[in-house]
């Protein structure tokens, strides 16, 4: 005869066998309420300033400047998908950034090898990462935060505190100012990103295993997933894409600046957490991460249209994220059922 523990943890790898490794959530009109609010508040500031936010150009200019801001919130959610949290990605960016630009100049680095090199960077602060969370068990939270100081010297250190702006990369230059039919390169490329997160995430087993590990690591570990090796994957993938952000920023913006990359982290982790109200509810995804950012775009756009001075930007971004906690805790919250008695 089976003991309780072995009847539970029979029903726990059961519930949890690939293909029903996680309840895919209900679809629901809820989910797409997100979607509806960046429409409406789209429309809102149309019909409020015809000339100057309903214009293609307008339009054209927020999708492409916040791409950057959509790859590193992409790479915020990875982690945050399997119950891991790292603060240190806008730092990556910040840092990558800086090698992107100063290799060529002062190395006199070709680009080819300087975009391995960044790559590489970003490989390895992921590869530290998955060791000392997943080898030593450290919390994720105190790591990235350590690596997130570390960068931030390095950042300084490397460019002495002052931009680089001389003999960018011309490759890297094309890569952010390229527009193909009026829209830029850079949002081609977070489209193409978001398309693959989405259909690894959505259609494949092994999305499901991922979002059962964040839903349950214990029972998925029993249906026999293997949980170290994929927490690490994401892990790792974060601070690679975060790396792969710097060199299109230098690109778009043809220089690296020692202290813009903070300004990333609160919108990145507001748009990571407002995906948990989008699609798909009380989970991150890709295309809840991409209308956040776009939502939170808009709104930015908008009010300095209407001439908000600079102090309103983090307010706002403040509270989306706090919006974004509360908004998603009450679309997912279980419903209070009534029961009968019956004799």
């Not at 950057?68 to 959610?77: D, P």
């Not at 390169?185 to 087993?205: D, G, M, Q, S």
């Not at 295993?209 to 349950?216: D, E, H, L, S, T």
Request: hydrophobic share 55%; proline share 5%.
């Amino acid at each position: 005869m089976l003991t309780d523990e072995a009847r539970g943890s029979n029903l726990a790898a059961q519930r949890a066998q690939e293909g029903g490794v996680v309840q895919r959530p209900k679809r629901t009109y809820g989910g797409y309420a997100m979607l509806a609010l960046l429409l409406g508040l789209f429309a809102l500031f149309s019909a409020i300033l015809p000339g100057t936010f309903a214009t293609s150009a307008n339009t054209s200019t927020i999708l492409a400047e916040n791409a950057i801001l959509g790859l590193l919130a992409l790479s915020v959610m990875l982690p945050l998908i399997v119950n891991e949290y790292d603060l240190s990605l806008a730092s990556v960016m910040g840092f990558c950034a800086m090698l992107a630009a100063g290799l060529p100049a002062r190395q006199g680095m070709p680009w080819t090898v300087t975009a391995l090199v960044v790559l590489a960077v970003g490989l390895t602060v992921g590869i530290t990462h998955a060791v000392l969370v997943i080898r030593f068990k450290l919390p994720s939270f105190v790591v990235s935060l350590g690596t997130n100081s570390v960068l931030t010297g390095l950042i300084l250190l490397y460019s002495n505190g002052s931009v680089i702006y001389d003999a960018i990369a011309p490759e890297f230059t094309f890569i952010g100012t390229t527009r193909i039919f009026g829209i830029g390169l850079p949002v081609y490329i977070l489209a193409f990103v978001t398309a693959v997160l989405w259909f690894v995430l959505e259609k494949r087993p092994l999305g499901r295993k991922f979002y059962a590990i964040g839903a349950n690591e214990t029972a998925a570990k029993l249906a026999g997933i293997p949980t170290g090796r994929l927490r690490a994957a994401l892990i790792i993938a974060a601070p690679v894409l975060a790396s792969l952000a710097g060199i299109i920023i230098v690109g778009r913006v043809g220089s690296a600046s020692p202290t813009s990359f903070s300004a990333y982290f609160l919108p990145a982790f507001a748009a990571a957490f407002l995906s948990l109200a989008g699609y798909k509810l009380g989970h991150y995804n890709a295309l809840g991460v991409i209308t956040a950012v776009y939502l939170i775009a808009v709104g930015v756009s908008g009010l300095s249209l209407l001439g908000a001075p600079s102090w309103v930007e983090p307010i706002f971004n403040g509270i989306a994220l706090v919006v974004a906690i509360g908004l998603a805790h009450l679309l997912t919250r279980p419903r209070k059922t009534k029961h009968k008695v019956t004799s």
